[in-house]
């Protein structure tokens, strides 16, 4: 398996690359994310991978991070997810927009993704709940904010009018194992100060 390339960048033509490694051309689907960090053509690349085999073809993906990569190899564990749409999964949304959206259940902003309906945006978060708290701005682990209570509780503060930065902050604050409504309480006091 290729799980990472270094080589030099020959072109870019949107969602592909093609990086030249060994006198060999690699052909890469990448999101665009990852497109608008590579540098200017000619200049080397280091891309980390991923290879989908199938029966008519191999497919190469590259990721500028490795939470991009997780963050793609997640949503392929998704029944119904295949590469394509994990790709326009995250060219649409960053890793950290994701990550809120899930632990928010928010299916507005996944639904903004071309090819993403309202049921395929359920199923996504549904499936994706608790697996990526770690993908959150300065989280603290998996229990930090994707828990059942602390997103009841992040949705609770952002519902009152609170913006997302304030009310992930202060449910970063809280116990583990809190009650949703000891939670909401000890949040807004800790928004309060």
């Excluded at 991009?68 to 927009?97: Q, W």
Aim: glycine share 10%; aromatic share 4%.
């Amino acid at each position: 398996m290729i799980g990472r390339l270094r080589g030099t960048l020959v072109a870019k033509q949107p969602p592909q690359v093609l990086v030249e490694a060994g006198g060999v051309g690699y052909e890469l689907d990448v999101p665009m994310s990852t497109l608008y960090a590579l540098p200017a053509l000619g200049a080397e690349v280091t891309l980390l991978t991923h290879l989908v085999v199938r029966e008519d073809a191999q497919l190469l993906y590259g990721f500028a991070s490795e939470r991009e990569r997780a963050t793609f190899r997640e949503l392929l564990r998704i029944s119904g997810v295949g590469p394509k749409v994990a790709l326009a999964v995250l060219s649409g949304l960053s890793t950290d927009d994701l990550a809120r959206a899930v632990a928010m259940q928010d299916t507005a902003l996944l639904t903004r993704v071309p090819g993403i309906g309202k049921k395929t945006a359920e199923r996504l978060l549904l499936e994706l709940k608790g697996r990526l708290a770690d993908a959150l701005p300065g989280s603290g682990g998996p229990g930090a904010v994707a828990s059942g209570a602390a997103a009841d509780v992040l949705a609770a503060l952002v519902a009152l009018g609170y913006n997302e930065r304030e009310a992930i902050a202060a449910v970063k604050t809280l116990a583990d194992g809190v009650s949703v409504e000891e939670g909401i309480r000890a949040a807004l006091k800790a928004l309060a100060r």
